[in-house]
T-cell receptor, first 112, second 109 residues
Framework: EAGVVQSPRYKIIEKKQPVAFWCNPISGHNTLYWYLQNLGQGPELLIRYENEEAVDDSQLPKDRFSAERLKGVDSTLKIQPAELGDSAVYLC??????????FGPGTRLTVL | RKEVEQDPGPFNVPEGATVAFNCTYSNSASQSFFWYRQDCRKEPKLLMSVYSSGNEDGRFTAQLNRASQYISLLIRDSKLSDSATYLCVVKLNDYKLSFGAGTTVTVRA
């Protein structure tokens, strides 16, 4: 069974540029999560989707971050404009209902 | 104060040794507890759940002390492949996981 797929795996951009990350969850998983992981820290939840509905976006910095999951499957996380402090690993996870969360390999973002 | 605090280590141990470490959590209403393993530049993966009665999975033993709000992990007979960062994770409600910063373990030959 395929796991959570994310792309790109690595992204290097200059500050003030936009960037987007894509996630395809495990088939059948209705819950999708985006996490941010800074170096030397644990993942922190940015947003959680139940199907196509964002049910918890309280930790998403809405001035520059946005996310969507239009058809309740794939999801995109966008940053516009990116800042130096956004350099981190962006992890996508999915779960069936509120069961175990399975993580994707992440997108490592470097903002120069 | 962070919700989950861990000793970052690193714990540098020889093969075959026993290594143990723990974490503390601040929210007494936390529902469930886990240890995740994260290899360098890889995603976190569930290692094991932690129960009040304590539980074992092969060479790994996890303990939960609700009164003192700490969770422990013990690895017996360490293998080179045990080298990783171990994340202490607390489930605050039906879905929200709070991760510690991780404890790094390096097993040397």
């Amino acid at each position: 069974e395929a796991g959570v797929v994310q792309s790109p795996r690595y992204k290097i951009i200059e500050k003030k540029q936009p960037v987007a990350f894509w996630c395809n969850p495990i088939s059948g998983h209705n819950t999708l999560y985006w996490y941010l992981q800074n170096l030397g820290q644990g993942p922190e939840l940015l947003i959680r989707y139940e199907n196509e509905e964002a049910v918890d976006d309280s930790q998403l910095p809405k001035d520059r971050f946005s996310a969507e999951r239009l058809k309740g499957v794939d999801s995109t996380l966008k940053i516009q404009p990116a800042e130096l402090g956004d350099s981190a690993v962006y992890l996508c996870a999915s779960s069936a209902q509120n069961n175990e969360q399975f993580f994707g390999p992440g997108t490592r973002l470097t903002v120069l | 104060r962070k919700e989950v605090e861990q000793d970052p280590g690193p714990f540098n141990v020889p093969e075959g040794a026993t290594v143990a470490f723990n974490c503390t959590y601040s929210n007494s209403a936390s529902q469930s507890f886990f240890w995740y393993r994260q290899d360098c530049r890889k995603e976190p993966k569930l290692l094991m759940s932690v129960y009040s009665s304590g539980n074992e999975d092969g060479r790994f033993t996890a303990q939960l002390n609700r009164a003192s709000q700490y969770i422990s992990l013990l690895i017996r007979d360490s293998k080179l492949s045990d080298s990783a960062t171990y994340l202490c994770v607390v489930k605050l409600n039906d879905y929200k996981l709070s991760f510690g910063a991780g404890t790094t373990v390096t097993v040397r030959a």
